[in-house]
């Protein structure tokens, strides 16, 4: 990956202003008639399958459908995890969906390098795109100097709670490690599981949330970044430190923390039966809509305050199989999402605790959007996530050794051993 990754001014500058498929746990196609290609409806392959999430793509393909002009598309939701490891087959399969919800940076670089998808320019000479940040023009771009993806939303990471919980339990939030271990111990009197997780079934990559802010607080984005990349380590004494804070709060995890996904993390949560989690604001989309005013979150501790501050903020859109027979239909359709109603339309029907790409489309404007808005703009340096900043060949690796860490945590050693050996199989490949 050549692309370099952006300081929050580069990312923020314009940003916020600006066999398998039968897995489908859905399908909704739209139809105009005023086209209808002989080549068939375009494939929209999805994996953004929580309720609300699910409804809102559903909306905007119906939105497209009634567009003059536009051409048939075919939504095919599927579940999350299932999408993330077929992903390379349905890319490389010789009846391929053209359209997929994913991510750029590195991982879109990575199937880009083995030619598996379709060049952008000429899209992104459109009246929408031209306007879209540097930094996000940047993040679409792969080593060729192609651009390969279309950007539509971005969101924040954090440590999540329940405001009438914390009242509750008569805590608030905490700013330093300290006082975060301070937070652990008093939820833990009180017979609350202080910390979920969710990195059981089939979101073991949960966990991985806590390495990247372990060191990026610690070590700092620069490094994490790198390590990423190959240029250290896992087996480095600066990666041991990421692992020796994490054992200081092992503690106070809620001890079915592996043993159920990320959305049974989110049920403990709401229902009190543990205090905060770190996670992405994705989860709000499995929550009932009238929880999400009670829902809060606060930033993840700081550890050394020499370190440049980094938060992580994903960003999400969509990128097209180089194998589609329909290449005018999926410019049209991508066209049509990098539109500012296009965004405002997904707010609006999902969760809405995600922010718009597009300069000219307003975000819900909650209490906790402005704040997390904020979040993001105090960070002198943004991440993405683990797998995003590496490769999706990389995640499992990680996977692998943080849940062996979970169950073993004196077993460090080897498993960064282990951890280094398997990573370097994905960067030799």
Same mark, same amino acid.
């Not at 105009?32 to 375009?42: D, I, L, N």
């Not at 607080?217 to 620069?222: D, L, T």
């Not at 050794?401 to 960067?427: C, H, M, N, V, Y």
């Given at each position: ?27 909704? !196609?739209?139809?105009?008639? $005023?086209?209808?290609?002989? @080549?068939?409806?375009? !494939?929209?392959?999805?994996? +953004?399958? #929580?309720?609300? #999430? =699910? ?45 997929? !919800? ?14 598996? +998808? ?24 792969? $080593? ?5 993806? %279309? ?19 008569? %805590? ?13 111990? @008093?939820? =833990?009197? @009180? ?5 979920? /997780? ?32 190959? @240029? ?41 039966? $543990? ?30 305050? =020499? ?40 707010? *609006?029907?999902?969760?809405?605790? %995600? ?12 209490? +906790? ?23 999706? #060949? ?7 050794? /943080?849940? *062996?860490?979970?169950? =073993? ?7 960064? !051993?282990?951890?280094?050996?398997? #990573? ?6």
């Amino acid at each position: 990956m050549t692309n370099p990754q952006p300081s929050r001014r580069r990312f923020l500058a314009g940003l916020g202003a600006a066999g398998t498929t039968a897995l489908l746990s859905g399908c909704v !196609t739209a139809t105009s008639s $005023s086209k209808s290609s002989s @080549k068939g409806a375009v !494939t929209l392959q999805s994996n +953004l399958s #929580a309720p609300q #999430a =699910k409804a809102a793509m559903e909306d905007i393909v119906a939105a497209y459908g009634k567009k003059e002009g536009a051409g048939r598309v075919s939504l095919n939701t599927v579940a999350a995890e299932t999408f993330r490891t077929q992903l390379p087959t349905y890319l490389t399969s010789a009846n391929p969906p053209d359209v997929y !919800t994913w991510y750029p940076g590195s991982v879109a670089d990575a199937y880009a390098g083995k030619d598996l +998808l379709l060049d952008l320019d000429e899209l992104w000479g459109s009246s929408d795109l031209k306007r879209y940040s540097k930094a996000l023009n940047t993040l679409c771009t792969a $080593s060729s100097g192609k651009k390969v993806f %279309v950007p539509t939303t971005y969101y924040w990471w954090g440590m999540f709670y329940r405001k009438s919980n914390f009242a509750k339990w008569d %805590v608030s939030e905490p700013k330093t490690w300290d006082e975060f271990l301070d937070l652990c111990d @008093k939820l =833990k009197s @009180k017979g609350v599981a202080p910390i979920g /997780l969710g990195a059981g079934g089939n979101t073991a990559w949960v966990a991985s949330a806590w390495f990247d802010y372990l060191d990026i607080r610690i070590n700092g984005a620069i490094y994490h970044r790198e390590l990423l990349a190959g @240029k250290h380590r896992f087996d480095d004494p600066e990666v041991r430190k990421v692992f020796d804070r994490w054992q200081e709060v092992l503690p106070y995890f809620d001890p079915n923390g592996t043993a159920g996904a990320f959305q049974d993390a989110t049920t403990a949560l709401l229902n009190g039966r $543990s205090g905060m989690m770190l996670i992405g604001t994705f989860f709000a989309d499995a929550a009932p809509k009238d929880a999400l005013d009670d829902i809060d979150f606060f930033r993840f501790p700081v550890i050394d305050a =020499k370190v440049p501050l980094a938060e992580e903020a994903p960003t999400d859109g969509y990128f097209a199989g180089a194998r589609t027979g329909r290449r005018d239909g999926v410019l049209d359709l991508l066209g049509y999402l990098a539109t500012a109603e296009s965004q405002e339309i997904y707010i *609006k029907g999902s969760s809405g605790t %995600v922010l718009p790409c597009h300069p000219d489309a307003k975000d819900a404007g909650t209490p +906790l959007v402005k704040k997390g808005r904020a979040h993001i703009e105090e960070a002198a340096e943004i991440t993405q996530f683990f797998n995003r900043d590496s490769s999706d #060949a990389l995640q499992p690796t990680a996977d692998t050794a /943080l849940t *062996k860490f979970l169950a =073993k945590p004196k077993e460090i050693g080897s498993i960064l !051993t282990d951890w280094q050996r398997d #990573a370097e199989k994905i960067w030799n490949a």
